[in-house]
């Protein structure tokens, strides 16, 4: 009975095999996607599984806890965290949204009422990638890179000297697609790769990277002027239309200066549990799980007043 669960889930949102496209809810709900599971196949690393399904590394890692991401268990059923509450912010949906926390693009089409929903890699500890407010200033197909003297310091002491510019073409980190932010001095990207690791986790010096197909597709639809927002935002809180709350909680990232988003209950829950008398322990038992998947920790109440 699982299998056929597993394969309907499969066939009914193949979506997250290439991208993952949904239709923005015009019901009030918060949340889009559907939870799926994957039984694993022999010799399947987690790595294969989320370059299949398009989630990230850490995300399927964070989902199926004390798992073994080299040898999964053969027949083992991982949870796919193909589900999202989507992010808070200030203005309407519009343009590029990533969520530094969860390592995840949203690209918002609010003309065509979709959302499309990509891992990322981000900057790691010591050359985090800021939150801010922006927009795409540049465009560039088969990018050259000209690499910082920080990261040429970095590369010469592991024995490598890299060049003042390194020219488009398969030894380019930069991938064949680039789309420079206009925040500060312009050194932030959002670009491909050329490495097969990577996307999902803290690898970069700053720049986001997405996966080739990835960014591919996601070049062909960015403009000159397109806005671009980066949150770090760990806990997200859906109240849905049936009255239903859902939280869906991630790890803090650690930045350089060795701080992190606290994981509390956001207040706004906390006076909506209190008003209807709701005790909090599911609550936060979630944000103590810190899973990345959209947990209930309020059942519906249609009959609450």
């Not at 599984?49 to 989902?63: E, Q």
């Amino acid at each position: 009975m699982l299998r056929k669960t597993i394969l309907a889930a499969c066939l009914g949102f193949s979506h997250w095999l290439s991208a993952a496209t949904f239709a923005l809810p015009t019901d009030g709900s918060n949340m889009v996607g559907t939870l799926q599971y994957h039984s694993v196949v022999a010799g399947e690393t987690m790595s294969d599984i989320a370059k299949r399904y398009d989630v990230g590394f850490l995300s399927l890692m964070a989902a199926n806890k004390g798992v073994d991401p080299f040898l999964p268990p053969e027949d083992y059923v991982l949870t796919i965290p193909s589900q999202a509450i989507l992010p808070h912010v200030d203005a309407d949906y519009n343009g590029i949204v990533i969520n530094l926390a969860e390592l995840r693009l949203y690209y918002f089409e609010p003309d065509k009422q979709l959302v499309h929903i990509f891992p990322v890699g981000i900057g790691r500890i010591g050359q985090d990638t800021p939150e801010m407010t922006t927009t795409i200033s540049q465009l560039r197909e088969n990018p050259t890179w000209t690499p910082p003297a920080s990261i040429r310091q970095d590369y010469l002491a592991k024995g490598i000297e890299l060049p003042a510019v390194v020219a488009a073409g398969p030894e380019n980190p930069l991938g064949d697609y680039a789309m420079r932010l206009a925040h500060g001095t312009g050194s932030y990207l959002i670009h491909g790769t050329n490495k097969d690791f990577g996307i999902g986790l803290r690898v970069s010096a700053g720049c986001i990277r997405m996966e080739p197909k990835d960014i591919e597709w996601m070049f062909h639809q960015a403009k000159i002027g397109m806005k671009v927002t980066i949150i770090d935002e760990p806990i997200k809180v859906a109240l849905e239309p049936d009255r239903s709350v859902f939280i869906e909680a991630h790890e803090p990232l650690t930045r350089s200066d060795g701080t992190k988003k606290e994981m509390i209950i956001p207040q706004e829950l906390t006076w909506w549990l209190e008003e209807f008398g709701i005790k909090d322990q599911l609550a936060r038992a979630a944000v103590l799980a810190q899973n990345g998947v959209p947990i209930e920790v309020v059942p519906a109440m249609d009959d609450l007043k």
